[in-house]
């Protein structure tokens, strides 16, 4: 039974290798992402650092409707993001998708290095991913996470992906063009 809880949230859930030279353009891929979600009558919760800018006019006025399904989280604090979605647990409102964006902001510290990385990644991801299965569980249908990192995390070995992430649900950013290659990927997970 539980190695079935694990290999469901690994298998449900999706990485994307942030490709630096367009994180900007993977953010608002990301956003349309979430409106679209959004549009088949399901929350998202959306953690980002700071407010997303330069939102095109036409995404805001044709989903301007949309947008009271989408909690968007902005925090520089990764204790605040966890707070945040263990306090969400308790309200009348369980997403279907958890986007959570360039989760190396949120863990580096100065200092900070090897093995209080690794923790730091492990248990940041553990605890989104308990978030995810217990919306799951809450609604009696599958949640879903999206959750992007910098490559240099991976190849330092800050993360080990494979405890939380299936190898085929690791996407390099540099392969999304659009929000519908992000919702092709989420439809192949699981």
């Not at 980002?48 to 044709?62: A, W």
């Not at 009271?68 to 925090?75: H, M, Q």
């Not at 964006?101 to 605890?127: A, M, T």
Request: charged share 20%.
């Amino acid at each position: 039974m539980a190695n079935d809880i694990i290999q469901n949230t690994r298998s449900n859930n999706l990485m994307i290798i942030e490709d630096e030279r367009n994180q900007k353009r993977l953010q608002h891929i990301l956003f349309e992402t979430a409106v679209r979600y959004a549009t088949g009558n399901k929350h998202v919760i959306f953690v980002t650092e700071k407010p997303i800018d330069s939102v095109p006019s036409e995404v805001l006025s044709n989903y301007s409707s949309i947008y009271k399904k989408i909690i968007f989280v902005y925090s520089k604090s990764a204790e605040a993001i966890l707070l945040k979605l263990n306090d969400i647990k308790a309200w009348n409102f369980t997403p279907s998708l958890v986007i959570v964006e360039s989760i190396q902001n949120l863990l580096r510290k100065p200092g900070s290095s090897g093995e209080d990385l690794n923790f730091s990644y492990s248990v940041f991801l553990s605890s989104v991913l308990d978030s995810v299965c217990y919306y799951s569980r809450k609604q009696g249908d599958r949640s879903q996470c999206i959750i992007t990192m910098a490559r240099d995390v991976i190849e330092t070995g800050h993360l080990i992906v494979e405890p939380f992430f299936q190898q085929q649900n690791v996407i390099p950013g540099r392969s999304i063009n659009t929000c519908s290659d992000v919702l092709d990927a989420l439809r192949e997970c699981g």
